[in-house]
Protein backbone atom coordinates (compact mmCIF):
# COMPACT_ATOMS: atom_id res chain seq x y z
CA UNK A 1 0.00 0.00 0.00
CA UNK A 2 1.21 3.63 -0.52
CA UNK A 3 1.93 6.24 1.47
CA UNK A 4 -0.74 9.57 0.62
CA UNK A 5 0.75 11.92 -1.28
CA UNK A 6 1.88 15.18 1.03
CA UNK A 7 -0.04 18.46 1.40
CA UNK A 8 2.35 21.33 0.42
CA UNK A 9 3.54 23.11 2.83
CA UNK A 10 2.33 26.94 2.81
CA UNK A 11 6.21 28.34 2.30
CA UNK A 12 6.88 25.67 -0.33
CA UNK A 13 3.22 26.81 -2.41
CA UNK A 14 4.95 30.74 -1.96
CA UNK A 15 7.83 29.65 -4.27
CA UNK A 16 6.74 27.06 -6.27
CA UNK A 17 3.39 28.09 -8.12
CA UNK A 18 2.54 26.18 -11.07
CA UNK A 19 0.21 23.29 -11.10
CA UNK A 20 2.79 21.16 -12.54
CA UNK A 21 5.52 22.27 -10.22
CA UNK A 22 3.22 21.57 -7.08
CA UNK A 23 2.29 17.90 -8.33
CA UNK A 24 6.09 17.33 -9.31
CA UNK A 25 7.15 18.76 -5.94
CA UNK A 26 4.48 16.11 -4.24
CA UNK A 27 5.64 13.69 -5.99
CA UNK A 28 9.22 13.92 -4.70
CA UNK A 29 8.18 14.49 -1.47
CA UNK A 30 6.57 11.10 -1.39
CA UNK A 31 9.97 9.59 -2.10
CA UNK A 32 12.65 8.18 0.94
CA UNK A 33 16.48 7.64 0.91
CA UNK A 34 19.20 10.92 1.35
CA UNK A 35 19.66 10.89 -2.98
CA UNK A 36 15.71 11.67 -3.04
CA UNK A 37 15.74 14.41 -0.25
CA UNK A 38 18.93 16.24 -2.22
CA UNK A 39 16.64 15.88 -5.48
CA UNK A 40 13.91 17.43 -3.94
CA UNK A 41 16.18 20.45 -2.07
CA UNK A 42 17.56 20.80 -5.89
CA UNK A 43 13.89 21.24 -7.59
CA UNK A 44 13.16 23.87 -4.70
CA UNK A 45 16.19 25.90 -5.79
CA UNK A 46 15.15 25.47 -9.46
CA UNK A 47 11.20 25.81 -9.83
CA UNK A 48 11.83 29.15 -7.14
CA UNK A 49 13.91 30.64 -9.12
CA UNK A 50 11.79 30.16 -12.40
CA UNK A 51 8.26 30.91 -10.95
CA UNK A 52 10.10 34.03 -8.69
CA UNK A 53 8.33 36.11 -10.91
CA UNK A 54 4.76 34.73 -11.40
CA UNK A 55 2.15 36.34 -9.94
CA UNK A 56 0.66 34.32 -6.13
CA UNK A 57 -2.04 31.82 -6.42
CA UNK A 58 -3.94 30.54 -3.59
Request: contains cysteine.
Amino acid sequence: MQKPAPTLPDNIARWIKTDCGRSQYQELAARPGLLARLRLAWFVLIAGLRDWRLADRP
